[in-house]
């Protein structure tokens, strides 16, 4: 389902009369005494196996905190535990909060989710389509069916490539190399821009730089740098003091250490020149894709008021109808290439976050409630909505590759009890 903003009042309205008329979904927390203890073990198995150097989880329910727990260590050679204070690099859980600053942008009328993109940044316009290379190499180039919509870049539908094994086009993409940490977000733009797309806008979901685009939006609307921008309409009426691109120096004996899994049990600390290269230094790029480091409570006020429809400590962020939207599937059923999302569950993608759409019907998935909301990021980060029973959760952690161990299900898996398909 595709709602614009016309539609989004008749959605809103019938959310608050259904709310008002019934009593809350969720009577009894899910999170008893036997879940934590279920949460514990299953957690501090990863740390005794040595196959995370430490992790963390908050978890609210009702709006109220009904867990908190960390394991192992921030710095396991350093014994330095994992604790609330620990900083993590959130990497593509940045995206949900860039959504959340261009989606302010929309509700004071500043675009439509159906404008092309190029009527605001010209940079867009006239974009050519990928369609192989030909005998001597040359990429097929072809003009895009539709110009990219602001929606293409808020469900990842725009056609930016975003892979290496491209025959022709991957070697632009290098060569070009848009997100440099040495490119303003108009730079980043325009060499965007000037870069063919990999399929036409709207037919495939393909993981990517849009969320960057979205950042580059924001800062082309509102007419203020991106990082201000963020921080002043976002951050700071948050209170997310610890949520921060460059990170000083008095803070980073704070910042966990980013550990790359090597096999079982084993851990490899990543040198500090690749895994704080982007937060320890100031760069022209303020990405909105990833770059931000947070604490597991300031992530945890940013969910909460995603599950508060927009407000938290009376402050309004967005409003409810808003959220709404954001959570619901923007992916309709004629785009059926979809990368890796389906390995997410049975879920669609609304704006900057995967949204559940089907129970799980097979023990192997990951467990989840539909109407459920989230996201996760690449050092294995993650973060659920769950509007049925009133449930936010957190989880911290600093490791690569992303997830091989099935640490987000067996999380899922203790938070809500293994799923049983019915015989």
């Known amino acids: 389902m595709v709602l614009n903003r016309s539609g989004i009042l008749y959605l809103g309205v019938l959310t608050l009369f259904l709310s008002a008329c019934n009593e809350p979904v969720n009577q009894n927390f899910i999170v008893n005494e036997e879940v934590k203890s279920r949460i514990d073990s299953t957690l501090q198995s990863y740390v005794n196996t040595g196959n995370v150097g430490g992790v963390s989880a908050l978890i609210f329910e009702n709006d109220k905190e009904v867990y908190f727990n960390a394991f192992g260590f921030a710095d396991r050679e350093n014994q330095k535990p994992m604790d609330r204070e620990t900083l993590v690099r959130i990497y593509s859980m940045t995206k949900p909060i860039t959504g959340t600053a261009l989606m302010q942008l929309w509700e004071n009328g500043k675009f439509d989710l159906d404008d092309p993109l190029e009527k605001y940044a010209p940079e867009f316009s006239g974009m050519k389509v990928y369609e192989g290379v030909d005998e001597n190499g040359e990429m097929i180039l072809v003009d895009a069916d539709r110009p990219i919509s602001i929606r293409d870049i808020t469900r990842h539908t725009a056609g930016f490539p975003n892979r290496n094994d491209i025959p022709g086009l991957s070697e632009i993409m290098a060569e070009v190399d848009a997100r440099s940490f040495e490119n303003t977000l108009t730079v980043m733009a325009e060499k965007m821009g000037r870069t063919p797309l990999w399929f036409h806008p709207g037919t495939q979901w393909e993981y990517g730089l849009s969320v960057d685009v979205q950042a580059f939006l924001v800062e082309r609307i509102s007419g203020q740098p991106y990082g201000e921008y963020l921080r002043a309409n976002v951050l700071d009426p948050l209170g997310l003091d610890e949520t921060k691109y460059y990170l000083p120096e008095d803070e980073r004996d704070r910042l966990a250490v980013a550990y790359t899994r090597t096999g079982e049990g084993q851990l490899e600390p990543t040198p500090d020149s690749i895994a704080n290269r982007f937060n320890f230094n100031k760069w022209p790029l ?133 799923f049983v398909p019915e015989e």
């Open 286 to 418: 303020t990405p909105g894709g990833f770059g931000l480091v947070s604490t597991i409570d300031d992530y945890m006020t940013f969910a909460r008021m995603l599950a508060r429809k927009g407000e938290i400590n009376g402050t309004r962020i967005l409003e409810p109808e808003t959220i709404e939207l954001m959570a619901t599937n923007h992916l309709p059923d004629s785009i059926t290439e979809r990368s890796w999302l389906p390995s997410k569950g049975r879920v669609g993608f609304g704006i900057d976050f995967a949204v559940r759409t089907e129970a799980p019907q097979r023990a192997e998935e990951i467990n989840g409630i539909p109407g459920e909301f989230f996201w996760d990021g690449a050092a294995s980060t993650l973060f659920w909505v769950d509007p049925k029973n009133d449930l936010v959760a957190v989880l911290f952690v600093q490791l690569f590759p992303y997830d091989g161990i099935g640490l987000h299900k067996n999380f899922k898996d203790a938070v809500y009890g293994k």
